[in-house]
């Protein structure tokens, strides 16, 4: 299984005038479902920082299917895209947890970069985090 | 000329732990650029909604060349893409202010619905604004 | 028992560059916690709303005493601190749900409006929604 | 003149579906107020963190008049408070820059740190910055 699901429920916060959530607030949910992948593969994103390995986002993308609404639980599936020597892909689904409706989709690309920034090469900088990554799409593949 | 520049200086508020503009924002300061198009154009956003017109985004997509931090001044500059019946585009390009340097570049889809969300055709809904757009984008085509 | 608990996670989004959660953002925790204290109550707000009463925060305040980090989880807790016939108090509590540290403390006060912004008497406009509040306070006293 | 005054223009982003400025989005006001309080003072927010001298929010407080909504163009009145040893106090006053309402009142405290969180004595740390701080107070009680 090289997905990961989390709930989330939308506060009075995310949403705007039009009665429904902002747009640029998917892309925090987004985070979320990422944050949370990482959790479940084994390697907290925070630990990932305190080993001087950042992903900033190079690339987002969402699409906007129906709108969420204050108090809406969300589920968000989020998956492994691709991975590449210096960057890396995810997908995102979110669908709203009791209707099972589609809300938007989305992708963000990631780059490997160290604390000044600089693109490293993730298998030799980390082959663990590698790996793991690695074997998490190889899953994909077997099923 | 159909674009329209716009400064906007970076936040505290808009930066992460990574010391630089935290990626969802950048969506916010495209509301911005197009907000103040509108109101370049003669038809300010919020008349639009007074007048049960709203733009709801469908699609949004960021792609993310140099951090912006903060304190920095930021130039931008946004695009009518084009035009449909029932859907406008706009492109956005984010350049540091002072430096010139490009920042971001991304697009943003809009729907054109009615306050309960339906889509319209606003060419016939709201004719004087489908002009206006209508004859921007012609603007640029006869450069 | 006339208080509520739940948990957050420290979101990415949350942070700035000092490395710590920005100040306004433990307002929105605040939020989390009455809009969850009211449906422990038996009253989601979303209800409130669609029975045309709105509490709009009119005055907020939050005391900061040990920063929140990126991915910590939270625990937040929210008591009533008094109702008036056009008025309601909440305190709040965010403490390190791990390590127990106390991170802040704070205060929202809200007015009873309709939804034109008018005042209203709770008690006259939703009599049972005015019990549920009445009643939780006196808990509290009757321990 | 001990005080600064700049405009905002309220974003799309900064609403809630009650259609009006989400609370604790005052205090990201708050935060631009006191930035460009600084700058006015000669003393740009970021060099003093160059500097390793951090100015984080200890307290912060807003009351609500009346409401901000989209596209309203605000004024931000930012004054210093007060001045001690270890701290640091703003006060805000926020109008509606067209119609001269009072939309919203507060204060910040803020102590000052090192980059470890450690609080510094800031007339020893930065003797210069200390002085600017110390005629700005000044001034108010010469007039």
Same sequence: chains 1, 2, 3, 4.
Avoid at 78 to 89: D, P, R, S
Avoid at 108 to 129: C, E, I, Q, S, Y
Wanted: net charge positive.
């Amino acid at each position: 299984m090289n997905y990961n699901e989390i709930i989330q429920r939308v506060r009075y916060k995310d949403t705007d005038q039009m009665g429904v959530v902002y747009y640029a607030n998917y892309f925090i949910w987004f985070e979320v479902g990422r944050s949370e992948f990482f959790r479940a593969m084994g390697m907290d994103y925070k630990y990932l920082e305190q080993n001087e390995i950042f992903l900033p986002v190079i690339e987002a993308y969402c699409q906007y299917k129906s709108p969420a609404r204050y108090d809406d639980l969300l589920k968000i599936t989020t998956k492994l895209n691709f991975l590449q020597e210096v960057k890396l892909g995810f997908q995102y689904e979110i669908t709203h947890a009791e209707k099972a409706t589609l809300l938007a989709t989305g992708q963000t690309t990631h780059a490997f970069v160290n604390k000044d920034g600089k693109p490293v090469a993730l298998r030799k900088r980390n082959p663990f985090f590698w790996k793991l990554i690695k074997d998490k799409i190889q899953e994909e593949k077997d099923v």
